[in-house]
Structure formats: C-alpha cells, structure tokens
C-alpha cells in the first residue's frame, strides 16, 4: 500500500511540475501588462524610490557618526562596515519589500477586489508580478545608487566567494517569506477597515527586528532572541549579514534551513487565512 | 482680529467633524505611541553604543525628537490636510467655493481640513520635551527659553510657506501629491540633529526642505548652543518666505480658471 501510494507520487511529481506551465504564461502576460503601466507612472515609482533610499542613508550616517566619535569602531563594526552594512540593507529591503498591507484596504473598503476574486487565478499572481516588475525597474537607479553611496562612504566590503554565491538564494527565499508574510497580515482587512494601526504595530517590528535601525548585533541579547525566533530577521538582516560577511558558512547553512521551515510555515497560514478570509468577503454596489 | 476669529471657528467645525469618529482617537493613539516608540528604541540602541551623537547628549536628543513630534503633529493637524484639500479643489474646480467667500482666501485654504487626533502626536511630543526639560535641569535660562519660542515660530512660518509653495505648484501641474511623499521623507531626516549629515544632505535640508529650521534650530535653542546669527538667519529666512509665498499664491491663484476647466 505505502509503496504503491510511492510510485504513484513518482509518477505524479513530473506532471505537477508540468502544471506550472500554465503559470508561465500568465506571469509573461502579467509582466508585460504591469510593465507597460509602471512606465507610465515612472515619476511615482521615483517618488517611492526616493524614501527606500533615504531611510537607509539616515541610519549609515548616524552610526558613521558614532562609530567616528568612539574611536572609528563600535560594537566590532568599524565605520566602513557600518557604510557597508547599511548599503547592502538598501538594496536587500527594496528588493524584499512589499506595499500590499497598504493597497488591500482600498481593495476591500471600494470593492477593487471582487473581479480579481472571479479570476482562475489565486490574486496572488498579479501582486506578485506587479511587485517584481517594480523591483526590476527601481533597480536601474537604485544599484548605480548603492554604488555611489558606496564609494562615497567608504564601504568595506569583501565577503568571501562562497558568501556571495548563498546570498542568491537567501535574497530569494527572503523574498518570498516577506511576501507571504506581509500577504497573510494584509488580509486583516476582511475582518476590519481600520487596519492603520495593525499595519504600523507590523512596520514597527520589521523595522526594528529585521537589522534596519542598526545591526541585529548590537541590540540587547533578547531582542536579538527575539528577532531570531520571529520571522523578521530572516526577512532582511539575515541576507545582508551574509554578504557583508559577517557569518560563517555553518550560520549561513542553517539560516537558509531556518528561511525555508519559516517560508513553509507561512504559506500553510497563508492558505489557511486566505479560505477563512474569502468566506467572510461581500461585495457591495458597482 | 475677525481672522482670528475666523480661524477659531474653522479648527471648531473641523474638530466636531472629527469627533463624530471617536473609534479613530484609538488608532491615531496606538499609531503614534508606536512612531514613539520607534524613535525611542532608535534612541536607546544608538546611546547604548556612545555618550555623544554629533556633540549632542542623549537628553538633548530626546527633547529634539520632542519638537519632532510637536512640529510633525502640528503639520498633520491643519496645515498638510488643508494642502492636501487645496490640491483636490484646484483639480476638482471645488475652490470656487473658497474663493468667492469674503475673506482672505490664502488664510482660508491653509484651515480649511482639520485632522484632530492627530493632535495626539503634539501631546506625545509636549511629554517628552517635559521628561527631556527635567533631566537637562536648571540648564534652561530665560534667554533660552524666549530663544526657543522664537525659533519654534520661525520654524513653523518657513516650513508652512514652504508647504504652501509646493501646494500652490499644482496650479500649473495637477498632479503634485506626491510632493509631499518626498517631504514626508525628507521630514524624517529631521529626527536626527542636522549637523551630523555630510554637507550636500545637510544643505538640502536646510535650503531645499527647511526642516533643519523647524527642529533642529528650536532644539539647539532649547539646550543654548545655538548663536545669534543663526536665530537672526532663521527670523529673516521667515519673513522672506512668508513674503515669497505670499507672492506665489496671489500669481498661482490668479491661473485658476475654475470648475469648468
């Protein structure tokens, strides 16, 4: 019985992955449709921009500053780690980040989601290609950014090869941890419309548990505990912490493990949350 | 004295308004005791690390992320919806009905949208200049304090003109929302003292958007390390700005070909 329900599987497995295919197209087409329409807002995606760059920049002067006046290093980080530190965060938080907890009010509150409930399609998809396709053209400017403020600030950065080789798929399953993530917590909407403060106490935590404020490092060893046990530091801090160099090849191991069980864990809550959700949705009016 | 008067009546129509959706004092609460917290934990693990920021202690710090909070609650309150409602109207053609009412149409549009919990962002900030005011002790002066009143107000006149500026923009270009995205921004680079950005950021932010004056000014007031050139600086820059944009308006205002544009 077990052994057959096995070679079932083995059978199966191939032409599961053969049902993604459809998926393909229906991201291309989405790409090129979200594509076309970000051109045409080009000056609000630099708007966006412009707060995804400063943000980081505010936090590598202040520690530039303090790492300068206590003798050009704190808390084993000297003024060019922390430059380095902070531009890699930059980069890893813009290509982490999400903006549905904002957008899913409006959704539910003017009724926008009811024609992406009726698609065949999980409303995931678009979201996740709208959110790809913005990454992509952000990141002609933020790149040649990071670069400057790089030179500019002195950065000191050499991590060692294999290092940067983990970095990929640890940016990657970031990603898809922070999408899931802040996909479940945006459903909050179906329950109420005044998500304001549910989506702040949530920016708070990954602002201050995910290495964006400073270093994981040099917070207090519980919130570090903390950080470490909740999602947030997988989110960010971990893939920054692996290019700038800072673990050793065993963290890194066992970090990539810890994004995967996490990632797990999310899209089982996700598609838990999600039926509930639905269940409770009602349209009204046009 | 009736602007007064005028001014009275529109933050009274604006604060009943708003006090019809009681449920949304305890969201603005627990979202601004949480921008609070945020800025104090960025406090704490930076203090934690060094005695100084900037030459600045960490009490002088608190009582500048104070006048954060009080100058940033005081934006949100009336003058950032009032721009935000200007905005809207110009598009629309709705401020036809602000400008055919008999009286100063610039006072008018700057208080016409009240935003009243956000007044809990001005309360937050008053207590932590409190706690910061006693742990700085007998350090305050007379001299200090008059210098402190002076540079608030200067600092409040330059970033309002500055606002209005922008805001008077979208008489020639509709859409200028997202303007005040990049002032938002820029506004919390204020949360730290302006002297320790390099040169090109520090005079961004204190030419290009005036925060340094609205913040870090009053607070170097507060703790007397500010000189007199400065305070002498910020006082003219004001009177130029208020004048400056006074003189925008009245251009931008007479563009405005009303609803049926």
New interface residues.
């Given amino acids: 019985m077990g052994v057959s329900r096995l070679a079932l599987y083995a059978v199966r497995l191939p032409f599961s992955a053969l049902r993604f295919s459809p998926y393909l197209g229906i991201y291309r087409a989405q790409f090129a449709v979200t594509l076309a329409s970000q051109l045409q807002y080009r000056?609000?995606a630099l708007?966006?921009l412009?707060?995804a760059i400063?943000?980081p920049?505010?936090y590598l002067?202040?520690?530039s500053?303090?790492s300068q006046?206590?003798g050009g290093s704190?808390?084993g980080y000297s003024t060019g780690a922390f430059a380095a530190y902070f531009v890699v965060l930059m980069l890893v938080n813009q290509w982490t980040d999400t903006w549905v907890m904002y957008e899913f009010e409006s959704r539910i509150r003017e009724g926008t989601f009811s024609p992406k409930l009726l698609r065949p399609i999980h409303p995931i998809h678009s979201d996740v290609a709208d959110n790809v396709t913005h990454k992509f053209l952000t990141s002609f400017i933020l790149i040649p950014v990071a670069v400057l403020l790089a030179v500019?600030f002195h950065a000191t950065l050499r991590p060692p090869l294999w290092a940067l080789a983990a970095f990929v798929p640890s940016l990657f399953l970031a990603f898809l941890l922070r999408f899931v993530v802040e996909w479940t917590v945006a459903l909050a909407c179906f329950w109420t419309t005044?998500v304001?403060?549910v989506n702040?106490?949530y920016?708070?935590a990954v602002?201050?548990l995910s290495g964006q404020?400073?270093p994981l490092s040099?917070?207090?060893p519980p919130v570090q505990t903390l950080a470490t046990i909740l999602p947030f530091r997988w989110m960010v801090a971990f893939p920054v912490d692996l290019a700038t160099g800072a673990l050793s090849p065993h963290d890194a191991l066992v970090g990539c493990v810890t994004q995967a069980v996490w990632l797990a864990l999310g899209v089982v809550l996700l598609n838990v949350v999600w039926r509930w959700a639905v269940r409770r949705y009602s349209a009204v009016g046009v | 004295m009736s602007n007064l008067r005028l001014l009275w009546v529109f933050f009274r129509l604006g604060a009943l308004n708003e006090l019809a959706y009681r449920a949304n004092f305890f969201v603005q609460f627990i979202q601004s005791s949480l921008g609070l917290a945020t800025a104090l934990i960025g406090l704490a693990v930076v203090f934690a690390h060094t005695a100084t920021l900037g030459g600045w202690r960490s009490t002088e710090l608190l009582a500048l992320v104070g006048i954060y909070f009080v100058v940033g609650g005081s934006l949100n309150v009336v003058i950032k919806p009032s721009m935000q409602q200007l905005m809207e109207d110009v598009r629309l053609g709705t401020l036809d009905f602000t400008l055919t009412k008999p009286a100063d149409a610039q006072l008018l549009v700057s208080v016409k949208q009240v935003e009243l919990w956000e007044l809990v962002d001005v309360v937050l900030g008053i207590g932590v200049l409190a706690v910061a005011l006693v742990q700085l002790g007998a350090g305050i002066g007379i001299a200090e304090a008059i210098g402190f009143v002076l540079a608030l107000a200067c600092g409040a006149a330059i970033v309002y003109s500055f606002l209005l500026i922008l805001t008077t923009l979208s008489f020639w270009v509709v859409r200028v929302t997202n303007i005040l995205v990049v002032f938002q921004a820029m506004y919390e680079a204020g949360r730290w003292p302006v002297g320790i950005y390099p040169t090109w950021l520090r005079l961004s932010l204190t030419f290009i958007v005036p925060v340094a004056f609205a913040i870090t000014v009053p607070a170097e007031a507060l703790v007397g390390r500010l000189d007199l050139t400065t305070l002498l600086g910020a006082v003219g820059l004001a009177l130029a700005l208020l004048a400056v944009s006074r003189w925008f308006w009245t251009i931008g205002i007479r563009r405005y070909s009303g609803a049926s544009a």
Avoid: C, K, S, Y
Wanted: overall charge neutral; aromatic content about 12%; glycine content about 8%.
């Fill in positions: 000056v609000e708007i966006w412009f707060g400063l943000q920049l505010i002067i202040v520690w500053t303090v006046t206590n704190v808390g500019i005044r304001g403060a702040q106490m920016a708070v602002m201050v404020m400073a040099l917070f207090p």
